[in-house]
């Protein structure tokens, strides 16, 4: 059996359990997941619907379904004509389904004109249950997010390399896009580069900055290889670090360390915050950490589970996130560092293994 098939059983299984008759997908990373098609973002409407039991079937543009491969797939395809209406084509294939799971991403005009043709139906989020099943990755998942993360270390090497000082935060950044795709990124979805003052804002946009003698510069990158997210984040110095940085750093490289640590199968998510805030607060920096420790990673760059003060979700082995705390002083410096790991069957190992003290640059 495909491992669509297996996921699409799987997705079917949960909806019987949970009393769902139907489940509707539209763009965004849920419909992949179960049928390796991505719907286009676009006015013309996709949605794919699979009741509890039987085949499921894809609504989708004339002009488009070309795209669908559903060779050893349970599922057809539905080709919608310019002038026809897919919310009629939808609301029929949903027939008498009453609890429908919508995905999350869904455009709300969809959702608003299927409520209006849908008398009576109960919608309701899909994120409970596809986040269940795509919070914990096949090994073939975790291999290509491993190789994802083997592409962005490959970079911090080489950026490591590069003169800093006199290039621009923009100038810097391009440099890094290009050296991600060539090293095999399909596509780059984000590049952070803050320097100095700058890097106390944690999602800094790289502007023209000129980077000088003394900054430290955040560098936090990432893309999609093999349909798979990469997220990485690695600390820079030109010459010197500036005044308290050396001693935030050590803290900050043990509360990474410690949470890593800290990760295996049964923990709860909040506990590995909790363990990277502590010893932050100890260092005397608790205040300075203003977001949570990580997010996890898969087809999209950010989802569950987030590993979050009051998440008490038990991690399992398969799940796969970021741990990246961070200490901000604000008109000052900023620092992070952030590595992707996994859950194994009795630990962690982490897919980012691109050493994480600081480099000086020139
Ligand atoms: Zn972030
Ligand atoms: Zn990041
Ligand atoms: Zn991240």
């Given amino acids: 059996m495909s491992r669509f098939a297996t996921r699409i059983l799987a997705a079917q299984g949960e909806m019987s359990a949970a009393g769902i008759d139907a489940l509707c997908l539209s763009v965004g990373s849920d419909l992949p997941y179960l049928t390796g098609y991505r719907a286009m973002e676009l006015e013309r409407m996709t949605m794919f ?44 294939l949903l027939g008498d389904a009453t609890n429908v799971m919508m995905g999350d991403e869904t455009w709300a005009r969809f959702l608003i004109d299927l409520q209006r043709v849908g008398r009576g139906r109960l919608f309701v989020k899909a994120s409970g249950l596809m986040a269940n099943l795509r919070m914990v990755k096949a090994p073939d998942e975790i291999a290509l997010l491993r190789d994802a993360a ?64 003394g900054d430290a510069v955040v560098v936090d990158f990432g893309g999609h290889q093999g349909g798979y997210a990469s997220d990485t984040t690695r600390m820079f110095v030109v010459a010197e670090p500036p005044d308290g940085f050396d001693v935030a750093f050590d803290v900050l490289l043990a509360a990474q360390r410690a949470a890593v640590d800290h990760v295996r199968p049964g923990v709860t998510a909040e506990s590995v915050d909790a363990v990277a805030r502590s010893i932050i607060a100890d260092g005397g920096y608790g205040d300075l950490f203003v977001h949570r420790t990580g997010h996890g990673i898969g087809l999209d760059g950010h989802e569950h589970p987030y590993l979050i003060a009051g998440n008490d979700m038990i991690l399992r082995e398969g799940m796969a996130f970021s741990i990246e705390p961070g200490i901000y002083t604000p008109g000052h410096w900023g620092m992070r560092i952030e590595d992707i790991v996994a859950v194994t069957s009795d630990g962690v190992e982490r897919l980012n293994t691109a050493p994480r003290l600081y480099r000086t640059v020139a």
């Fill in 150 to 213: 083997a592409t962005v270390d490959g970079v911090v090497e080489q950026i490591s390399e590069l003169r800093f000082s006199g290039f621009t935060e923009r100038e810097l950044a391009r440099d890094i896009t290009e050296r991600t795709l060539a090293g095999g990124h399909d596509t780059m979805d984000f590049w952070i580069v803050a320097s100095g003052p700058n890097g106390a804002s944690p999602h800094h946009e790289p502007g023209d900055r000129v980077i000088q003698h």
């Fill in 49 to 92: 619907v699979l009741h509890a039991e039987g085949d499921g079937t894809i609504v989708v543009p004339t002009l488009e379904a070309p795209r669908i491969d559903a060779e050893g797939i349970p599922i057809s395809v539905m080709a919608w004509e310019e002038d026809e209406d897919p919310i009629t084509i939808v609301d029929r």
